[in-house]
């Protein structure tokens, strides 16, 4: 069975900084491409940024470029969203991806 467990949210103040993780399962993590998406309250969700299997390559997102950063261990088959600088836009539930399938999510606020 798949499962994407994502963590690491909570609330900040504008400025401020975390790291959420994503412990994924049930598939060969280090053969696939994963990506990072978002959803704001009351909005559609948006793409942030992909990584390619072996980490070489990263793309992201107008809107977080330069203040996020992706990376992946393959060893302990975990994606990770570094989210610096952040604003009270990037308020929003963040869910890690495989293709179509997608974690339960965990809740970034972003308050002061």
């Known amino acids: 069975e798949v499962q994407l467990v994502e963590s690491g949210g909570g609330l900040v103040q504008p400025g401020g900084s975390l790291r959420l993780s994503c412990a994924a399962s049930g598939f060969t993590f280090r053969s696939f491409v994963m990506s990072w998406v978002r959803q704001a309250p009351g909005k559609g969700l948006e793409w942030i940024s992909t990584i390619t299997p072996n980490g070489g390559s990263t793309t992201y997102s107008d809107s977080v470029k330069g203040r996020f950063t992706i990376s992946r261990d393959n060893a302990k088959n975990t994606l990770y969203l570094q989210m610096n600088s952040l604003k009270l836009d990037d308020t929003a539930v963040y869910y890690c991806?495989?293709?179509?399938?997608r974690g339960q999510g965990t809740q970034v606020t972003v308050s002061s």
């Open positions: 991806k495989w293709g179509q399938t």
